[in-house]
């Protein structure tokens, strides 16, 4: 049976800081739904309302083009291992740009920085828990590095160069934003 709470508790932090991976969602209010896995030690849980996540330099930009047209966010862990649980933060957010005056202090929130492409900032106002039986156990071989070596070998001018040539608009062509991260 789901339950639903107003803000991240004790247990909910403990339980999204112990996962190697979350599935991120948004849609505007035309085109597709996306739905994206995350990993790399990404997320920071700043309070009982308010999460951040460090976006690096992928394929696509669904999520900022998203959100620059409707700030629905949903955030979802599920258990891998002994103890079953689904767990879903819904809010709002937006997305943080290079050029941002908060970039640089929530930047600091991050070890791992390499591909730096946004930050998103989700206010939560539910989340909600439900059982998790249906999940597979799957045991965790640790963190891939691929990305990290592509984004350093791109350096800054051929990451910008790659936002530029792919990143600019969402598969449905809506604006990503990402014009303000090609100036530096």
């Not at 990404?42 to 309070?47: D, E, H, I, N, S």
């Not at 941002?100 to 998103?120: H, M, N, S």
């Not at 990143?167 to 934003?177: E, L, V």
């Amino acid at each position: 049976m789901a339950k639903q709470f107003e803000c991240i508790e004790d247990q909910h932090r403990s339980f999204i800081e112990a996962q190697h991976l979350f599935f991120t969602g948004t849609a505007a209010s035309d085109g597709r739904v996306n739905v994206s896995p995350k990993g790399m030690d990404c997320l920071r849980v700043l309070g009982p309302n308010r999460i951040i996540y460090l976006n690096v330099t992928g394929s696509g930009n669904e999520t900022a083009g998203h959100l620059a047209k409707d700030p629905r966010m949903t955030l979802m862990w599920c258990s891998f291992e002994k103890r079953p649980l689904i767990l879903r933060c819904y809010g709002t957010a937006r997305a943080v740009h290079h050029s941002d005056p908060d970039w640089a202090d929530l930047l600091t929130k991050f070890d791992q920085t390499v591909g730096a492409r946004q930050i998103y900032d989700l206010t939560v106002d539910l989340v909600q828990t439900s059982c998790g039986y249906a999940v597979p156990f799957m045991d965790y071989a640790g963190p891939r590095d691929t990305l990290t070596q592509w984004a350093t070998k791109q350096g800054d001018d051929g990451l910008r160069t790659y936002w530029d040539a792919r990143n600019r608009k969402t598969i449905d062509g809506a604006d990503t934003g990402i014009e303000a991260n090609l100036t530096e």
